[in-house]
């Protein structure tokens, strides 16, 4: 079956501008969580959906937000985009969340000028 | 969840079994050890993960002390291919209110 994917692949932005990210799990999956990788922090959770509803978050500012739709997409969303928040932003879908393994998706990667 | 300790790097020739260590000494008793890896550029994959017995797949076997304090990922005929990044994460059954908690992990490079 077809594996997680994220678009777009790539984005570049400006500072002070947002952003919307999109995350189509695998079939099936109904939770949803996503991570920011940088090279400084390495892999940093940001929050898990299941459900439409977010049921985890980690200690991310109120500028990352996000949700789930019906069908387990899941969308994540920065408002006033900051130049530290240049990064590989990876969802991973699950079965129903931990301990089920988590599919990670190719990323996006952000950079902010 | 537990703190786990792995060695930052680790060489192994192409067609050899490779042996990843990994120490967990404060496991508690229901938390599982995940084995995840990430080749450079790619999302991390998901490799196996077990509580107490040993476990095997068609990637990699899992080897689990019997005082749950250490564990050992076997890739038994390793491949340039599995040159990346390997995690070990400890993780309560129903846990994750922090996500998977990835260390800095232990780069493996396989050599022809």
Same mark, same amino acid.
């Given at each position: ?6 678009? @777009?692949?790539?984005? #570049?932005? $400006?500072?002070?501008?947002?952003? $919307?990210?999109?995350?189509? @799990? #695998?079939? &099936? ?9 940088? @090279? ?10 299941? !459900?439409? $509803?977010?049921?985890?978050? &980690? ?12 069908? !387990? ?20 879908? !699950? ?17 902010? $000028? | ?25 404060? =496991?508690? *008793? ?8 990430? +080749?450079?550029?790619?999302?991390? /994959?998901? =490799? ?25 990922? =076997? ?14 994460? *400890?993780?309560?059954? *129903? ?9 800095? *992990?232990?780069?493996? +490079?396989? /050599?022809?």
């Amino acid at each position: 079956k077809a594996g997680v994917t994220q678009t @777009p692949r790539y984005l #570049i932005k $400006t500072r002070g501008q947002q952003v $919307t990210l999109s995350c189509s @799990p #695998i079939s &099936g999956h109904r939770s949803v969580s996503w991570y920011q990788q940088t @090279p400084g922090q390495g892999l940093q959770f940001l929050f898990e959906y299941f !459900s439409e $509803t977010q049921r985890n978050k &980690g200690n991310f500012p109120g500028r990352f937000s996000g949700r789930q739709f019906s069908n !387990s997409r899941s969308e994540m969303n920065v408002s006033t985009l900051e130049l530290g928040d240049s990064a590989l932003y990876l969802c991973a879908s !699950s079965l129903a969340g931990f301990p089920y393994e988590q599919y990670f998706g190719p990323g996006t990667r952000l950079t902010v $000028t | 969840d537990a703190k786990t300790t792995q060695p930052p790097s680790m060489d192994c020739a192409e067609g050899r079994a490779a042996n990843l260590p990994c120490n967990h000494s404060t =496991i508690s *008793g229901n938390e599982y050890v995940y084995w995840y890896r990430q +080749i450079h550029s790619q999302g991390p /994959q998901y =490799i196996i993960h077990g509580l107490k017995n040993n476990e095997t797949n068609e990637m990699a076997s899992l080897i689990i002390t019997e005082d749950r304090k250490s564990s050992t990922l =076997i890739l038994p005929h390793a491949t340039l291919r599995d040159t990346a990044v390997y995690y070990c994460i *400890g993780m309560y059954s *129903g846990g994750g209110a922090d996500g998977l908690t990835f260390g800095k *992990g232990t780069h493996l +490079i396989i /050599q022809p």
